[in-house]
């Protein structure tokens, strides 16, 4: 079966532009969740989604943003770009709550220049 | 709060055995995962222990001991391909059941031959 697929792969957008990035879970997964994967502060968690509702949000400004669709897909949005918003954006869904495993898209390589 | 520490970086033969540690600071959570990640891929869970002791798969293992805020990665007969980074993470009994994820900063192993 598919894995999550997140779309695009790589992004370059210019400072105080916004960007959309879109992620679709493994069929059947109704949990995403949205890490930002940078070489100095590592994977940090952004937010989580469950059946259409925010259930966790990470210590990120309200310039990042996300919903969940009817289908499990997610975007995640993020205004104003800046400099430091430069990383791997990394979706990871799981077959319900709780769940021991996640499984990881490839993630989005967004570049702000 | 959570926070995971790990080794930044470990280097070892092929056919050694080598041991990656994980010392955490947290409030409380479900259990203890581990993920590897390859230069330029995603992240692929490796192994997970909800309750204190060693869980092993195949070549890998991994052991957690709650009373001593530790935890480990063992990874025996190693071969070239194991060269990659490997992530700590704990869901954080705050996260309300969902599947949020704190993550080490990572471990960087490089297999020799």
């Known amino acids: 079966k598919a894995g999550v697929t997140q779309t695009p792969r790589y992004l370059i957008k210019t400072r105080g532009q916004q960007v959309t990035l879109s992620c679709s879970p493994i069929s059947g997964h109704r949990s995403v969740s949205w890490y930002q994967q940078t070489p100095g502060q590592g994977l940090q968690f952004l937010f989580e989604y469950f059946s259409e509702t925010q259930r966790n949000k990470g210590n990120f400004p309200g310039r990042f943003s996300g919903r969940q669709f009817s289908n499990s897909r997610s975007e995640m949005n993020v205004s104003t770009l800046e400099l430091g918003d430069s990383a791997l954006y990394l979706c990871?869904?799981?077959?319900?709550?709780?769940?021991?495993?996640?499984?990881f898209g490839q993630g989005t390589r967004l570049t702000v220049v | 709060g959570q926070s995971l520490e790990q080794p930044s970086e470990v280097t070892a033969v092929e056919g050694a055995i080598v041991q990656i540690n994980c010392t955490y600071q947290t409030s409380g959570f479900y259990g203890l995962s581990w993920y590897q990640q390859h230069d330029g891929g995603a992240p692929t869970f490796l192994s997970y222990n909800g309750l204190d002791g060693l869980e092993e798969t195949g070549r890998f293992s991994s052991f957690l001991s709650r009373s001593d805020s530790y935890g480990y990665l063992l990874l025996q007969e190693l071969q070239m391909k194991d060269s990659a980074s490997y992530f700590c993470a704990v869901r954080p009994l705050l996260s309300g059941g969902y599947n949020k994820l704190i993550f080490g900063a990572g471990t960087r192993l490089a297999v020799h031959p």
């Open positions: 990871a869904s799981s077959l319900s709550e709780g769940n021991t495993e996640a499984f």
